[in-house]
């Protein structure tokens, strides 16, 4: 699959598709795989310190998502320092700057940019490897100093993550358009995280017990990740009405002019993701027993796997490639292609580094015994 | 269910079943005590000045308030959007705990959802009070007439008409049928007849049956998930009053989720204002243990820090859009005229509730308590900030002015508070204020002496 990937980059470059094209889709895919790995560890470490007790069983998926954080990180560095920061962000090119440009640069300007690239990269990498260790020894070394130790980094990485999930996406994807604004953009696009990484998980649990792992889990444990995937999705919905909504009704142009493009070249795509974002996992997983088998759960996680794909495609595509030029082809799909092998590679080779199930934890017995009538 | 022993017990002493049901009864049977008629004469004389206030109003009309015409929206608005924030605590609890299957939260589900109730009462009454003639309130409805006069159906106010009745009604249907069995337990207890008959009448007919308990389960749930998105909707609808227009400070996109946090923000803290005093009062500490008032200050700080990067995220985004009179509106709330106000704000809802991230101060009741005092006031505050500070200096420098009410929206609002505290402390006399059933459901697991009971 890497592989693959790797093909359809080079057919980017030989068939002319144009550096911003191909640029666009590194970011987008380096940004949509990243989100998996931050939303795999804020996964872990919200339920650490909520106490959950079910989510024990399904720590480990949470906990080996978050090794393809320094990944992203270093794809994303060796992307952004080969040409990929100027042909995104026109707001690196002195030549384009504006007086509007020109009063934000004391926020975006290239240092500073990376700066904050560094600190966002070097604590997320850090926590993770904090909250997985002190989780591994909990289990390994049956000592429950480590269970406080997982919760206080926990605690360090959901407050660190509160402002650092909102600043990136400010830097990658905001400043795409850089002209626009939007103050709820960072949790609209944390959202979108949310409910794909919660369907990446429960893609990864699919996979891991279709192949005879995690025999632990049962349809339990499935139906609250259901129920995870049908709420955020709402929400995910409810965050995209707010902006959307609240832009059209109040009609000024500075901030119109966003979803104007958006409207005009993107038509099908833009309708396309509103719909298939609430309308598939509002209608399949409304009932009970929807969210607690795989047969039906599978087909809607892998819809929303797509459909944020799509949301991103929406968020960086016309600010960077433009009407014109975009498309959706074999750059798009294979690059794409490539990017699930090598986070399936990263995510599945550190799964087999710990026990499937944390045996020792102390809410595991919990995480086993429990069933809800809701 | 096999709970952790790690995990605290929710509920103090060796409870039987038998035992619970006297504890929580208790406050109601006997004579109140010299406490609750102090506190119904102070909220009762409270109430009393309110409705005087209400009685000029009508009588002179709305110039008897502070407004002027570039300061529409002062007290008023501000009361109600605080008033509808605290009535959003009971159905969090209620509705989004259960679905999160927190087993805490059935110790203060009942007076939280009371409390909600009571709240929106009191938030519902300043945008009627405002029309100015209360008489023609119904006007808001809209209705086929033969003058053919609709309501504005593009304007989010009328949008709060469907908002809040909605959440007021599903609150009510919910703690209603909450109440249910435990009024058949207070039936079953009640020593006169005439007690027996109005609670008989009240319990529909409640027998315990298992067939009862199977359909008021249902309805529970069902009830719990159209809740859930009641709770997002009212102050989304709410924060659309002002993000709607083009006014800087208003018109932010963050707006909705950024106010659904607001109000379970200040919801928690009304709710640990009057737990904390209850639960010593009717000597309920076994039921309402330090655990929960630590489960409700977690809430306070998850709630709080999301409001405080809104306010940083709004401060940013009024820079970094080079919109200049967005700028002025947010340089001026915090250091125009109105900074004394910004600041309350910033201390009370930023800087207080990361107090509780020391262990100690969560677990402390008395500083819990004046810490949720200051988050109420903040989230006043606050509303004041955004309605004020953003209009007294508009567009238009020859416009600007300056807002003080009258002693008529202060007396208006100290009766909202009165009727608040006066439905409250009627509300304990009458009804138990812990979900009896719902306790006794976590006393096998969660109770202090479960570890006797179970074995490995």
Same mark, same amino acid.
């Given at each position: 699959?890497?592989?693959?990937?790797?093909?359809?980059?080079?057919?980017?470059?030989?068939?002319?598709?144009?550096?911003?094209?191909?640029?666009?889709?590194?970011?987008?895919?380096?940004?949509?795989?990243?989100?998996?790995?931050?939303?795999?560890?804020?996964?872990? %470490?919200?339920?650490?310190?909520?106490?959950?007790?079910?989510?024990?069983?399904?720590?480990?998926?949470?906990?080996?998502?978050?090794?393809?954080?320094?990944?992203?990180?270093?794809?994303?560095?060796?992307?952004?320092?080969?040409?990929?920061?100027?042909?995104?962000?026109?707001?690196?090119?002195?030549?384009?700057?504006?007086?509007?440009?020109? $009063?934000?640069?004391?926020?975006?300007?290239?240092?500073?940019?990376?700066?904050?690239?560094?600190?966002?990269?070097?604590? @997320?990498?850090?926590?993770? @490897?904090?909250?997985?260790?002190?989780?591994? $020894?909990?289990?390994?070394?049956?000592?429950?100093?480590?269970?406080?130790?997982?919760?206080?980094?926990?605690?360090?990485?959901?407050?660190?993550?509160?402002?650092?999930?909102?600043?990136?996406?400010?830097?990658?994807?905001?400043?795409?358009?850089?002209?626009?604004?939007?103050?709820?953009?960072?949790?609209?696009?944390?959202?979108?995280?949310? %409910?794909?990484?919660?369907?990446?998980?429960?893609?990864?649990?699919?996979?891991?017990?279709?192949?005879?792992?995690?025999?632990?889990?049962?349809?339990?444990?499935?139906?609250?990740?259901?129920?995870?995937?049908?709420?955020?999705?709402?929400? @995910?919905?409810?965050?995209?009405?707010?902006?959307?909504?609240?832009?059209?009704? %109040?009609?000024?142009?500075?901030?119109?002019?966003?979803?104007?493009?958006?409207?005009?070249?993107?038509?099908?795509?833009?309708?396309?993701?509103?719909?298939?974002?609430?309308?598939?996992?509002?209608?399949?997983?409304?009932?009970?027993?929807?969210?607690?088998?795989?047969?039906?759960?599978?087909?809607?996680?892998?819809?929303?796997?797509?459909?944020?794909?799509?949301?991103?495609?929406?968020?960086?595509?016309?600010?960077?490639?433009?009407?014109?030029?975009?498309?959706?082809?074999?750059?798009?799909?294979?690059?794409?292609?490539?990017?699930?092998?090598?986070?399936?590679?990263?995510?599945?080779?550190?799964?087999?580094?710990?026990?499937?199930?944390?045996?020792?934890?102390?809410?595991?017995?919990?995480?086993?015994?429990?069933?809800?009538?809701? | 269910?096999?709970?952790?022993?790690?995990?605290?017990?929710?509920?103090?002493?060796?409870?039987?079943?038998?035992?619970?049901?006297?504890?929580?009864?208790?406050?109601?049977?006997?004579?109140?005590?010299?406490?609750?008629?102090?506190?119904?004469?102070?909220?009762?004389?409270?109430?009393?000045?309110? =409705?005087?206030?209400?009685?000029?109003?009508?009588?002179?009309?709305?110039?008897?308030?502070?407004?002027?015409?570039?300061?529409?929206?002062?007290?008023?608005?501000? *009361?109600?959007?605080?008033?509808?924030?605290?009535?959003?605590?009971?159905?969090?609890?209620?509705?989004?705990?259960?679905?999160?299957?927190?087993?805490?939260?059935?110790?203060?589900?009942?007076?939280?959802?009371?409390?909600?109730?009571?709240?929106?009462?009191?938030?519902?009454?300043?945008?009627? /009070?405002?029309?100015?003639?209360?008489?023609?309130?119904?006007?808001?409805?809209?209705?086929?007439?033969?003058?053919?006069?609709?309501?504005?159906?593009?304007?989010?106010?009328?949008?709060?008409?469907? =908002?809040?009745?909605?959440?007021?009604?599903?609150?009510?249907?919910?703690?209603?049928?909450?109440?249910?069995?435990?009024?058949?337990?207070?039936?079953?207890?009640?020593?006169?007849?005439?007690?027996? =008959?109005?609670?008989?009448?009240?319990?529909?007919?409640?027998?315990?049956?298992?067939?009862?308990?199977?359909?008021? #389960?249902?309805?529970?749930?069902?009830?719990?998930?159209?809740?859930?998105?009641?709770?997002?909707?009212?102050?989304?609808?709410?924060?659309?009053?002002?993000?709607?227009?083009?006014?800087?400070?208003?018109?932010?996109?963050?707006?909705?989720?950024?106010?659904? &946090?607001?109000?379970?923000?200040?919801?928690?803290?009304?709710?640990?204002?009057?737990?904390?005093?209850?639960?010593?009062?009717?000597?309920?500490?076994?039921?309402?243990?330090?655990?929960?008032?630590?489960?409700?200050?977690?809430?306070?700080?998850?709630?709080? &820090?999301?409001?405080?990067?809104?306010?940083?995220? #709004?401060?940013?985004?009024?820079?970094?859009?080079?919109?200049?009179?967005?700028?002025?509106?947010?340089?001026?709330?915090?250091?125009?005229?109105?900074?004394?106000?910004?600041?309350?704000?910033?201390?009370?809802?930023?800087?207080?509730?990361?107090?509780?991230?020391?262990?100690?101060?969560?677990?402390?009741?008395?500083?819990?308590?004046?810490?949720?005092?200051?988050?109420? /006031?903040?989230?006043?505050?606050?509303?004041?900030?955004?309605?004020?500070?953003?209009?007294?200096?508009?567009?238009?420098?020859?416009?600007? &002015?300056?807002?003080?009410?009258?002693?008529?929206?202060?007396?208006?609002? !100290?009766?909202?508070?009165?009727?608040?505290?006066?439905?409250?402390?009627?509300?304990?006399?009458?009804?138990? !204020?812990?979900?009896?059933?719902?306790?006794?459901? !976590?006393?096998?697991?969660?109770? #202090?002496?479960? *570890?006797?009971?179970?074995?490995?």
């Amino acid at each position: 699959m890497v592989s693959i990937g790797l093909i359809a980059l080079a057919y980017g470059f030989f068939a002319g598709l144009g550096g911003e094209r191909i640029s666009a889709n590194i970011l987008l895919n380096n940004y949509y795989f990243l989100g998996m790995g931050l939303i795999g560890l804020f996964f872990v %470490a919200v339920h650490a310190i909520a106490e959950s007790g079910w989510q024990v069983s399904v720590q480990r998926i949470g906990e080996a998502m978050s090794t393809f954080i320094p990944v992203a990180g270093v794809l994303m560095l060796l992307f952004f320092a080969f040409g990929g920061l100027h042909s995104i962000y026109h707001w690196t090119h002195p030549e384009h700057m504006d007086e509007i440009l020109l $009063n934000k640069a004391p926020y975006l300007n290239v240092p500073f940019f990376y700066i904050r690239f560094f600190i966002y990269f070097i604590v @997320w990498s850090l926590l993770a @490897w904090y909250i997985r260790k002190s989780s591994r $020894n909990l289990d390994s070394l049956n000592d429950i100093s480590y269970f406080h130790k997982l919760r206080k980094f926990s605690a360090i990485f959901i407050v660190f993550y509160a402002i650092s999930s909102v600043m990136s996406s400010w830097d990658w994807l905001m400043s795409i358009d850089a002209h626009w604004f939007s103050t709820l953009y960072g949790w609209y696009v944390f959202m979108s995280m949310l %409910a794909s990484g919660v369907a990446m998980i429960i893609i990864i649990l699919y996979i891991l017990k279709r192949n005879g792992y995690m025999t632990h889990i049962n349809n339990e444990h499935i139906h609250d990740l259901g129920k995870y995937l049908f709420g955020f999705s709402i929400f @995910w919905a409810y965050l995209w009405f707010s902006q959307y909504m609240l832009i059209w009704y %109040a009609n000024i142009p500075e901030e119109t002019v966003y979803y104007s493009e958006r409207m005009l070249h993107f038509k099908p795509l833009f309708i396309a993701n509103a719909i298939v974002n609430l309308a598939f996992p509002l209608l399949l997983l409304m009932t009970r027993n929807s969210k607690r088998v795989f047969w039906s759960l599978i087909p809607v996680a892998v819809i929303v796997f797509i459909g944020h794909w799509i949301d991103l495609y929406q968020l960086i595509m016309p600010g960077a490639v433009g009407g014109e030029k975009a498309g959706i082809g074999f750059l798009e799909i294979g690059l794409t292609i490539g990017y699930v092998g090598l986070f399936f590679l990263v995510v599945f080779y550190s799964l087999t580094k710990a026990p499937l199930a944390p045996k020792n934890h102390p809410f595991y017995k919990e995480s086993m015994d429990y069933h809800t009538n809701y | 269910m096999y709970v952790s022993p790690i995990r605290e017990p929710l509920i103090r002493g060796n409870k039987d079943y038998s035992q619970v049901t006297k504890d929580i009864l208790a406050p109601m049977a006997g004579t109140p005590s010299k406490y609750w008629y102090m506190g119904i004469a102070l909220a009762l004389s409270a109430a009393l000045f309110g =409705a005087w206030a209400t009685y000029v109003t009508l009588f002179t009309g709305i110039g008897s308030w502070g407004l002027n015409k570039t300061i529409g929206w002062g007290w008023d608005i501000t *009361n109600f959007v605080w008033w509808v924030g605290i009535g959003h605590a009971g159905t969090f609890i209620s509705a989004i705990l259960l679905l999160f299957r927190q087993r805490w939260r059935t110790s203060i589900n009942r007076s939280a959802e009371a409390m909600t109730l009571i709240a929106i009462a009191c938030a519902g009454f300043f945008p009627l /009070i405002h029309m100015g003639r209360l008489a023609l309130a119904f006007f808001i409805f809209p209705y086929p007439n033969t003058r053919a006069l609709w309501v504005n159906f593009n304007s989010p106010l009328l949008w709060d008409v469907f =908002a809040i009745s909605t959440y007021f009604a599903v609150s009510l249907i919910f703690w209603y049928v909450g109440l249910i069995p435990d009024i058949g337990t207070v039936r079953d207890k009640a020593t006169t007849k005439i007690k027996k =008959a109005i609670y008989g009448f009240l319990s529909f007919g409640w027998t315990g049956s298992a067939k009862h308990w199977s359909r008021h #389960e249902t309805v529970s749930l069902i009830l719990a998930g159209l809740a859930a998105p009641l709770v997002l909707s009212v102050h989304t609808i709410v924060s659309f009053d002002f993000a709607t227009s083009v006014i800087p400070g208003w018109h932010t996109t963050i707006f909705p989720p950024y106010f659904v &946090s607001g109000a379970v923000f200040s919801g928690f803290a009304m709710v640990l204002t009057l737990l904390i005093v209850t639960r010593k009062a009717l000597n309920l500490e076994q039921y309402i243990t330090v655990n929960h008032i630590e489960s409700m200050n977690k809430i306070i700080i998850l709630t709080g &820090s999301i409001v405080g990067i809104a306010y940083l995220t #709004e401060f940013f985004i009024a820079w970094y859009s080079g919109n200049e009179y967005e700028m002025f509106t947010f340089v001026n709330r915090a250091f125009g005229p109105y900074a004394w106000a910004y600041w309350i704000m910033m201390t009370c809802n930023v800087i207080t509730p990361q107090l509780f991230w020391f262990k100690k101060i969560r677990r402390n009741i008395v500083l819990t308590f004046i810490i949720s005092i200051f988050v109420n /006031i903040g989230m006043w505050f606050e509303r004041f900030v955004i309605v004020v500070s953003s209009l007294h200096r508009d567009y238009l420098p020859s416009s600007w &002015s300056m807002y003080t009410p009258s002693v008529v929206e202060v007396g208006l609002f !100290v009766g909202t508070l009165g009727l608040f505290f006066t439905l409250f402390l009627l509300f304990i006399r009458v009804f138990p !204020v812990i979900a009896i059933a719902e306790v006794k459901s !976590v006393l096998k697991t969660s109770g #202090e002496n479960k *570890n006797h009971s179970e074995h490995e």
